[in-house]
């Protein structure tokens, strides 16, 4: 399936990726790189992550701590918030 990234949560990549950025180069790479690995993945099997509210799933990162909020439709994927954990649980619902 194709996976499609709102605007809100283009920023919040963006601005995660610019803290990564001053700690550290590779740090941000690596970012980069997981987030990239859990859009594949998401793509190719959404129903195996969990549902999370209504019908928006869950896929948490592995070495970073962010999650990934997201709904399926018929022909894609649309990720609603990259979102740190540390963050206010639920602060992207208002996006459905």
Known sequence: MKVRTSSAAELEITESLQFYFQESLDAAVDFMDELDEARELIGRQPTLYP???????????????????????????YILSVAHTSRKPDFWIDRL
Do not use: T
């Open 51 to 77: 549902l999370y509210f209504e019908d928006v799933r869950v896929k948490q990162l592995d070495r970073f701590p962010f999650s990934i909020y997201f709904s399926i439709g018929e022909d894609d994927v």
